[in-house]
């Protein structure tokens, strides 16, 4: 009886192990339904229209580089293509909550790399998503290098919110839009910016 009870158990544990192991976070999808993957480019466009248009990089400093990210002045515009690479870079389908390095599909006169980074800015006490990022190496040197993409309403936005180190401390928040001086940057926010994707 003992013997069967013990069985019984063992069973009920492995299917729910088995059962948790395959419940993997929900794809990203585009703007034709279609599953996002990693390598392949895509414009991240606004979702509300007559504020701007897809994202790109532009110098916003009194310095030519690195350049910062920014969304498109006009609405017709769809920015850069970028493409996704998931923490485990042998995953090709790009999920919700699961940490990515974002980089555009472009050569700029800079030499950092146009991979997402996060920056803090001293005199407008305030982080900025940048370029000059790392792609691969998780860890606590690369922790502001890596993003997300979690669901909001009926679409899509940013976060930080890195867990590719157990042991850093770090801030968690959504990436919004920041405007000064006519240039409408990448930021953390309180105010997330509301995404969609669409093939390049």
Avoid at 94 to 111: E, Q, W
Avoid at 112 to 127: G, I
Avoid at 144 to 167: A, D, M, Q, R, S
Wanted: net charge positive; aromatic share 10%; charged share 20%.
């Amino acid at each position: 009886m003992k013997t069967t009870i013990l069985l019984f158990v063992l069973i009920a544990l492995s299917t729910i192990s088995l059962s948790a192991a395959d419940a993997s976070p929900n794809p990203v999808l585009d703007v034709t339904g279609k599953i996002l993957r990693s390598g392949i480019d895509y414009h991240v466009l606004p979702v509300f229209k007559g504020k701007g248009g897809g994202l790109t990089l532009a110098s916003t400093g009194k310095e030519p580089c690195p350049l910062d990210v920014v969304q498109e002045k006009y609405e017709f515009k769809d920015g850069l293509p970028l493409t996704f690479t998931p923490v485990n870079p042998k995953k090709g389908v790009i999920r919700v909550s699961t940490d990515l390095n974002i980089k555009f599909s472009a050569a700029t006169k800079c030499p950092q790399s146009t991979t997402w980074k996060l920056d803090y800015n001293k005199s407008l006490e305030q982080y900025f998503i940048t370029s000059g990022g790392v792609e691969g190496s998780p860890g606590p040197k690369t922790i502001n290098n890596w993003f997300k993409i979690e669901k909001y309403e009926n679409e899509y936005k940013f976060l930080f919110c890195p867990t590719v180190c157990g042991k850093c401390k770090v801030i968690c928040r959504d990436v919004g839009i920041f405007t000064k001086n006519g240039m409408r940057r990448l930021a953390l926010s309180d105010v997330p910016f509301k995404v969609m994707f669409k093939k390049a």
